[in-house]
């Protein structure tokens, strides 16, 4: 597992970029809308909740948008094209913490069970995968590189500490992001990167639940560690399906320590016949369909 540098000097190219931001309107968005618009970036902060007066500023402009809803979303990203003619950067960001207990039962006014209302994936899931393939639609008809930048979490690499329907979500993400990884052609110009960020200082953990834990009294950060690696993503264009371990305040590439590691998780003989199967030509009929 490397770990990454940041050089915050590249931050001032971040002027005029055209940026949304979903989930702007606190956490870990917020930090992000205050950050790239500091540095000059049009942003705009995207979020079902108002936008915080206090940290509103010319470079700022609110949408109320719920994400998971289709023409919504949809709305969002042809009115930044056609307002700005471009979008450099998509920040999508939005997510919930495990606001269902999928596995709790509830029963109708006839005793029947009732299925759950699947709140945390349509959020976190479902609404990203649409805001991905709205932003790839919209930037590969500019001229303009763009980048895509989602939040994953340290959930995306392990079930621990229970909120499963917030794995299955961040998990599923990082399958996207994989396979974007070697499936965006290149002639889009568009790169695709996660930063997934271990305890921030957000909403998402309760005051109690953030006093008893011994990891997050260690290791909490502030928000402004992944809206950072955000900002670095959008300006390195061969920077390309990294998924940036965000911890403690330091970044660590988990992709390219999860690739030379592959022969002693997976063993060396099935890594091989992985290797047959990833260099065989026949495996691109099996590549996304962009058209």
């Known amino acids: 597992m490397a770990q990454v540098h940041i050089d915050e ?6 002027k005029d970029k055209v940026t949304i931001i979903t989930g702007a309107s606190s956490g870990i968005g917020l930090a992000a809308a205050c950050f790239f618009s500091s540095h000059g970036a049009r942003v705009v902060a995207v979020d079902i909740n108002a936008f915080p007066e206090a ?6 402009v609110y949408r109320k948008v719920d994400l998971t809803k289709w023409n919504e979303q949809l709305d969002l990203f042809q009115w930044t094209f056609d307002t700005y003619g471009r979008i450099d950067v998509a920040f999508l960001n939005a997510g919930v913490a495990e606001i269902e207990d999928v596995f709790v039962d509830t029963f109708d006014g006839n005793g029947r069970l009732q299925e759950p209302q699947h709140k ?3 959020i976190n899931l479902l609404a990203t995968i649409n805001g991905t393939k709205l932003a790839i639609h919209f930037m590969r008809k500019q001229t303009q590189h763009g980048s895509i930048v989602i939040t994953g979490s340290g959930k995306c690499f392990n079930g621990i500490g229970g909120t499963p329907m917030y794995a ?18 290149p002639e889009f110009n568009i790169n695709v990167n996660m930063v997934c960020p271990f305890w921030t200082n ?16 260690k290791c909490m950060q502030p928000a402004n560690v992944p809206a950072i690696a955000a900002a670095h993503f959008s300006l390195n264009p061969k920077v390309h399906g990294m998924a940036l ?3 403690c305040g330091k970044y660590t590439d988990i992709e390219s320590g999860f690739a030379l590691t ?3 998780w997976i063993g060396a003989e099935n890594h091989l016949d992985r290797v047959l199967f990833e260099e065989d030509p026949a495996i691109s009929g ?3 369909k962009f058209n």
Do not use: C, W
């Not at 000097?9 to 971040?14: A, G, M, T």
């Open 9 to 14: 000097s590249q931050f001032v190219d971040l």
């Open 55 to 60: 940290d509103t500023n010319d470079n700022i």
């Open 120 to 122: 945390v994936t349509k």
């Open 168 to 185: 299955v979500s961040k998990h599923g993400l990082l399958g996207m992001l994989r396979t974007l990884a070697y499936d965006v052609p």
């Open 202 to 217: 957000t909403g998402i953990l309760s005051p109690e639940h953030r006093e008893k834990l011994a990891s997050a009294k």
């Open 245 to 247: 371990y965000a911890a």
């Open 262 to 264: 592959r022969p002693i």
């Open 286 to 288: 099996f590549k996304t």
